[in-house]
């Protein structure tokens, strides 16, 4: 298997055929998470644009309807073997083809779960469920290793990849999971070290982000354990939410904003890397929510080394839920950054600009 990996790659790099950007390597981003897209697609969920005041709104292709309100990039989800196929390798490459022909700079964000992995759940994908330690990271090597060359056969060069999504309390629990005073933070530190030699193996330039959430929150003790345990990375990933006061102590997105910026700021200066908003949401229909992202967007531009921001799926619209909620009992997102008649909102139009 890795042989064919090696000869993928060489062929992709002897076609020169990689596609090109809008916006060069290193410029902000200005991205949307659509891992949802596809099925929203496949369920007839419409997406659509006004070109005329007097004229109904159009049916648009959603990449190509956020390219022209200022998309440069898209971030990708990967799970290992999610049973609907949705966000699995073959989806994730599919999405991933229609950006790049959009000239849109790409994520991919490898969840190393078949489904979901957060700070409260990094579930063990069920065919690595029985293995030791050192079977997972062989395993944490072969799928990024999978992941990337895939695409590098198609010819996309993904700019940023993430080693695990949300993971202040580690990953493929119990094995790599952590805590500020404990826990097993070699196994976490040597999962994410594996999955940083793999990406930069399939991608020499690419840069690797580790990711937490709440941007907001002073995490110290997690990078000072990282590091001391080997842990490696290019960019720190944060993500804010600050409409959800419910999660954060009843703050007001008024401090969540502020105190995101001072640690973002205090990020930087410490550990001397760029940092990436790589999730943001807000109630997008919601009166304060223009005023939401326009303070932190207007806050974060102004800071050097900050790479930029994707909002996490801002397609979302009209109560649509994906297949595997519905027997979860859970929810629509309630997030999603387009009106209910399905164009794009004046919240996300601000952080796009």
């Known amino acids: ?49 006004h070109t005329d005041e007097t004229q109904p709104p159009k049916a648009t292709d959603c990449i190509e309807l956020l390219r022209r309100e200022g998309m440069n990039a898209v971030r990708l989800r990967v799970w290992v073997n999610h049973k609907t196929g949705w966000s699995n390798r073959e989806d994730m490459l599919g999405l991933a083809k229609r950006a790049a022909k959009a000239g849109q700079r790409i994520m991919i964000d490898i969840h190393y779960s078949d489904f979901f992995a957060d700070p409260h759940h990094q579930t063990i994908p069920e065919a690595w469920k029985d293995y030791s330690y050192e079977q997972l990271l062989e395993c944490v090597r072969e799928h990024t290793l999978e992941v990337l060359y895939a695409l590098k056969e198609e010819g996309i060069q993904p700019e940023w990849v993430q080693i695990g999504n949300e993971t202040p309390n580690g990953m493929l629990w119990p094995v790599g999971q952590v805590d500020r005073d404990n826990g097993n933070w070699d196994y976490y530190a040597g999962f994410t070290r594996i999955g940083y030699e793999a990406a930069k193996e399939a991608f020499p330039d690419i840069t690797v982000i580790v990711h937490v959430d709440n941007a907001y929150e002073q995490r110290d003790w997690f990078w000072e354990s990282m590091q001391a345990h080997g842990g490696q990375w290019d960019m720190i990933g944060l993500s804010h939410y600050p409409m959800m006061s419910a999660w954060n102590g009843g703050k007001s997105w008024q401090e969540m904003n502020e105190l995101a ?35 932190f967007i207007e806050r974060i531009t102004a800071i050097d080394s900050c790479a930029g921001i994707f909002y996490w799926e801002p397609e979302v619209y009209g109560g649509w839920r994906p297949a595997e909620y519905i027997p979860l009992g859970w929810g629509s997102y309630d997030m999603g950054a387009f009106t209910p008649d399905g164009c794009v909102s004046e919240t996300l139009k601000t952080m796009l600009r």
């Open 1 to 49: 298997m890795k042989r064919f990996f090696f000869i993928a790659a060489a062929a992709a790099l002897l076609t020169g055929c990689y596609y090109r950007t809008d916006s060069p390597r290193g410029s902000w981003a200005k991205g949307c998470d659509l891992s949802w897209l596809s099925e929203m697609e496949h369920d007839g969920v419409k997406f659509y644009m």
């Open 261 to 295: 910026e001072q640690n973002i700021r205090r990020l930087i200066a410490q550990w001397h890397c760029p940092v990436m908003i790589c999730e943001v949401g807000t109630f997008a229909n919601n009166p304060e929510s223009k005023a939401v992202m326009t303070d």
